[in-house]
């Protein structure tokens, strides 16, 4: 009677209703949590001038998800923007649900005035992560927020409960608009030198991160920025590291981190010191010129303000990077979203079905500049390519439009997609040849780092990869000159966006989609089309399903 009181009053409780259902029929008796979102324009202010950014509930960066493994997520997004908008979830793999990927290859933009409600799942997952605005140059005016996926209370965590937890969301930003970025690079050149870094969305010393001293805290660190890895460290304080991208670590001890575009880490810092306030400081990596930002983690007790400069971290040096980045381990102990040891997975005594080399390059095409991927800039079809894919829409891509290796020829320009064999297992190396750090996100899965080197990549390098307890995430660094290789078990059927996390370089072309497919065309493998999922393109008019 409440239930049928409540839809009475609310326009939309019928549809809520059938989500309920849905959820209900696919997920069993995992819960649900409901989000509503309106995303708007608003004034912000980050580096000390006015800008126009992209605010979610009238907040900049956008309101925390919350969530426990295996959570259903129903959040409504309201585009009240003037240009169509979509968000995806960096690190949430949509387990057999690319649907809901956020994508323009997976998904018809939102348009202005109207609204999407997307309908996912955390399956199987825990850790840090965040969302962002997914197409253009979007990301670059706000509209991302951290996504925090917690152990569910029967599974063991390998630390004690830390008293509080905090999200850092760091990052470079540009004082120009974002549709003033976007022209620039559609105009044939690259963006300029950033304007600053921001912490949650502020500037340097606009954050303050409050403390007891004695306590242990977790801080969940992602870099949500466009083009440049950066350093984390904490005044006079170590970081036990504990989590990287949802598996659970080796427990490291640093004094700073490595943050590549994209990634995110979870570390542990207990209020040791004396009481007065520190400074948490984030600095450019592997830049002519370093930028450098603050917060402030603020003693409860404090008897005194910062004091001395901000301490200088790493700038340059790439060996001490590497050897970081090989530092990061397992901990096969550890349970991980599921009670078996994470190490249980014996990831290294798997045959690979098949290695797949990605080579980066910056071709001028046209007379214009551009991104590509073994030679292939990718550009947008007229259709989402999961939308033509399920309706057998021809001439919109084509599964032989990408090498699975380098071809050493002239760049081009086609719509790329990558055909895949459900359960295989892929041997991935991408390797580097320019003079920047390179870093790559594949959606809708994790994959095992293997081996990371300078040089040229040969058959010969395998002899060197971490077979045993290397760490498992979705975004993995390439330093310049050099290569990175991973091991990825092909798992989760849809299309999936492969893509440089410099923004600048996936809006240029370096992206393809990988077309992970199952002839079986059963809702085990994949779920169905959502019945509320917007069509566009060649797909207009066309039917979903009934529920």
Not at 228 to 255: A, C, P, W
Not at 387 to 403: E, M, R, T, W
Request: with cysteine; charged share 15%.
């Amino acid at each position: 009677m409440v239930m049928g009181e409540h839809c009475r009053k609310n326009t939309r409780c019928s549809f809520m209703l059938a989500v309920l259902l849905l959820v209900t029929c696919t997920a069993g008796e995992d819960p649900y949590r409901f989000h509503t979102w309106n995303v708007t324009y608003g004034d912000i202010y980050p580096l000390g001038v006015k800008q126009q950014g992209i605010l979610i509930n009238g907040l900049f960066p956008g309101p925390q998800i919350e969530s426990v493994t295996n959570d259903n997520l129903i959040i409504s997004v309201f585009n009240s923007l003037d240009e169509p908008f979509l968000i995806s979830w960096n690190g949430v793999q949509q387990r057999r649900n690319s649907w809901q990927d956020g994508v323009y290859g997976t998904n018809c933009p939102i348009p202005p005035g109207q609204n999407f409600t997307y309908v996912l799942q955390v399956k199987d997952q825990i850790g840090s992560y965040f969302y962002f605005p997914s197409l253009g140059m979007h990301k670059a005016a706000g509209g991302f927020g951290g996504f925090k996926i917690a152990s569910r209370s029967v599974i063991p965590v390998p630390f004690p409960p830390p008293s509080g937890d905090f999200t850092f969301l760091a990052g470079d930003w540009f004082k120009k608009n974002h549709n003033d970025l976007k022209a620039i690079l559609d105009g044939g050149s690259d963006l300029p030198f950033p304007d600053g870094l921001l912490i949650n969305g502020r500037g340097s010393n606009g954050y303050t991160f409050t403390v007891d001293q004695g306590k242990t805290y977790r801080f969940r660190i992602s870099n949500v920025g466009l083009t440049t890895s950066i350093n984390f460290r904490i005044q006079g304080h170590k970081m036990l590291l504990v989590e990287v991208e949802g598996t659970h670590s080796l427990q490291n001890t640093y004094d700073s981190l490595d943050i590549h575009l994209g990634q995110s880490y979870s570390v542990l810092v207990t209020a040791d010191q004396a009481a007065h306030d520190y400074f948490i400081v984030v600095s450019t990596r592997f830049t002519s010129q370093v930028l450098t930002t603050t917060s402030i983690l603020h003693y409860s007790n404090s008897a005194g303000s910062v004091s001395d400069a901000p301490l200088g971290g790493p700038t340059i040096q790439i060996d001490w990077s590497l050897e970081q980045a090989r530092s990061l381990r397992r901990n096969l102990s550890a349970s991980g979203p599921r009670p078996n040891p994470q190490g249980s997975y014996h990831y290294g005594l798997i045959n690979t079905t098949r290695t797949v080399r990605l080579q980066n390059s910056a071709p001028i095409i046209n007379g214009k500049q551009r991104f590509a991927v073994n030679s292939v800039s990718f550009i947008s079809a007229d259709t989402p390519l999961k939308l033509a894919d399920h309706y057998n829409i021809p001439g919109v891509f084509s599964l032989v439009s990408i090498p699975d290796s380098p071809t050493g020829g002239g760049a081009y320009l086609p719509t790329s997609v990558m055909a895949a064999d459900f359960r295989g297992y892929a041997e991935i190396v991408f390797e580097n040849p320019e003079d920047n750090v390179q870093s790559w996100h594949i959606d809708g899965h994790n994959f095992f780092v293997v081996g990371m080197d300078g040089g040229q990549w040969s058959p010969a390098s395998r002899l060197s990869y971490n077979l045993r307890d290397t760490i498992s995430r979705c975004t993995v660094q390439v330093y310049p000159e050099s290569w990175t290789a991973v091991y990825m078990p092909l798992d989760n059927v849809g299309m999936w966006n492969v893509r440089s996390e410099n923004w600048a370089r996936q809006y240029l072309g370096q992206q393809f989609y990988l077309r992970v497919y199952s002839p079986a065309n059963s809702w085990r493998d994949e779920y169905p089309i959502p019945t509320n999922a917007l069509l566009c393109g060649r797909a207009a008019g066309l039917r979903t399903r009934h529920l």
